[in-house]
């Protein structure tokens, strides 16, 4: 089968899971401070290249993202967080050299039924990995953004995903989002929309 040519893999207007992983499997969040430098970043992208974000999961050696791009190409937006984030990383812990192994896997959303589907099980992710037992006890994913019902940032485009579940008031359908979870959780086989062991 043909490798998907850049311009498809970086079209604009597009909806992407991403997957990136520390170089040999080693750690690239070491303490609280990095996840927290981390997210600092991809607020700063948000302002920077205007896309949307949905989900995350960082998790010690590797991280999920469910982004929307708007005129800018998703290489665009992840050479500059993985580029900040290395760079911060490398002067924090006194190293070099490269971070991340390889360039991040991405996978295009294009069927609309599979959008809460992929955000929950980037959600569900540090649970399947066996650091917690509840998504709500893990503090580095978006499930705790979902969780909550009110919620006043705009790191996560919280209402503008959930009306990807159809129509209803905003807290009908975070509940409706947060049941979903609670049913794909139960699944004990990969799900059919995660097609790569690079996303496992």
Not at 130 to 151: A, C, H, N, T
């Amino acid at each position: 089968m043909p490798r998907k040519s850049r311009e498809q893999i970086d079209a604009p207007e597009t909806m992407y899971h991403i997957v990136c992983r520390g170089i040999n499997q080693r750690s690239v969040f070491k303490a609280p401070q990095d996840y927290k430098k981390f997210l600092k970043i991809i607020r700063d992208a948000k302002q920077i290249f205007g896309f949307y974000f949905y989900s995350y999961n960082l998790l010690p050696n590797h991280f999920h993202l469910f982004i929307e791009t708007k005129n800018i190409s998703i290489s665009k937006i992840m050479h500059y967080i993985n580029g900040c984030y290395a760079g911060y990383f490398n002067k924090r812990y006194k190293r070099s050299g490269h971070l991340f192994q390889n360039r991040f896997y991405s996978s295009p959303i294009n069927t609309e039924s599979y959008f809460w589907a992929v955000s929950a099980y980037i959600d569900l992710n540090a649970v399947r990995a066996g650091l917690v037992k509840r998504p709500e006890d893990y503090r580095w994913s978006s499930y705790q953004i979902y969780f909550q019902k009110d919620y006043a940032d705009n790191l996560i485009d919280r209402d503008r995903f959930l009306q990807f579940g159809g129509e209803g008031l905003t807290d009908e359908l975070r509940l409706k989002y947060l049941e979903f979870i609670d049913s794909e959780s139960k699944q004990e086989k990969r799900p059919k929309y995660i097609k790569s062991e690079n996303f496992i």
